[in-house]
């Protein structure tokens, strides 16, 4: 099974940037697509972006779309989602999952495994 693990998170003013990154361990995830979800308080969890499994198709949720930008290294078995003009609505746990098809999907119900999440959290 795969295991994934988050990183990068932390505190940063609006405006800032911050990349998240998620390790992925077990088995290689090259083959597959992997996504970014992230859950404030009080919400349900929301897509944030997907790669598919080679990187040429991606995908973003229109809040974040021109200001977060989400790639992969398979050869180090590692998805990154690199974040800028942040603002403090995009504080949330982030969550990086795997699907176990090659082509992305908005729905997290599309994903087989999850990471742990790793907090972000954005001051006015």
């Known amino acids: 099974q795969v295991q994934l693990v988050e990183s990068g998170g932390g505190l940063v003013q609006a405006g800032g940037s911050l990349t998240l990154s998620c390790a992925a361990s077990g088995r290689t995830v090259s083959s597959y697509a992997m996504g970014w979800f992230r859950q404030s308080p009080g919400k349900e969890r929301e897509f944030v972006a997907a790669?598919?499994?080679?990187?040429?198709?991606?995908d973003y949720a229109d809040s974040v779309k021109g200001r977060f930008t989400i790639s992969r290294d398979n050869a180090k078995n590692t998805v990154y989602l690199q974040m800028r003009s942040l603002k403090p609505e995009d504080t949330a746990v982030y969550y990086c999952?795997?699907?176990?098809?090659?082509?992305?999907?908005?729905?997290?119900?599309?994903?087989?495994?999850w990471g742990q999440g790793t907090q972000v959290t954005v001051s006015s």
């Open positions: 999952a795997v699907r176990y098809l090659t082509e992305t999907h908005y729905s997290e119900r599309a994903y087989d495994r």
């Open positions: 790669i598919n499994w080679n990187g040429g198709s991606t």
